[in-house]
């Protein structure tokens, strides 16, 4: 994908479906990890290189790294989001609020990591996803970007429909987030 919002905005089905075995923070931060590497390859050589970390045993540890450490990091993350939407009143959500199970925050990593270099396989000519065993991608080129992009968008507005339509009284509005 272009820009990593385009990954973030096509799991939103499946946040809507699952809201609470799924965690739509550990996601992001999982692929905001994995395109540190071409930006910072960019920022140093000016050609955004997809190396180690778009490969699927790069992909799996930034998973693990997420799941385990990056859980508390997302809830201190969202904590202090809510602080700032609400003007600092705490008393608005509580602890049990902001908590991300273990479930939901290795489903967001494992999720986020092979979905991202799923999506990446397809348009980056750069990206060898099984290497070291092959420098083979057989997903290079097998979808239009125009139809990659637009199922993203398509599958983003399909979230939201679900949001609104699978929305039960007992859900926060922190648990999009969580």
Request: proline residues 5%.
């Amino acid at each position: 994908m272009p820009i990593t919002p385009f990954h973030l905005i096509a799991i939103a089905p499946l946040k809507a479906i699952a809201p609470r075995k799924f965690s739509l923070s550990v996601f992001a931060l999982t692929n905001i990890v994995i395109d540190l590497e071409p930006i910072t390859l960019f920022l140093i050589t000016l050609n955004p290189q997809h190396l180690f970390f778009h490969t699927i045993i790069g992909a799996t540890l930034i998973a693990i790294l997420a799941a385990t450490f990056g859980k508390r990091l997302c809830e201190l993350a969202v904590g202090i989001w809510n602080e700032e939407a609400n003007g600092s009143k705490r008393d608005s959500w509580s602890v049990e609020d902001l908590r991300i199970s273990k479930t939901a925050a290795w489903s967001g990593a494992l999720i986020g990591a092979y979905s991202h270099l799923l999506l990446d396989s397809f348009m980056h000519d750069d990206i060898k996803p099984l290497s070291p065993f092959t420098d083979k991608n057989i997903l290079l080129g097998t979808v239009d970007l125009s139809y990659l992009h637009t199922a993203c968008i398509i599958s983003a507005l399909v979230g939201l429909l679900l949001f609104w339509l699978l929305k039960p009284k007992s859900r926060t509005k922190y648990d999009v987030w969580r």
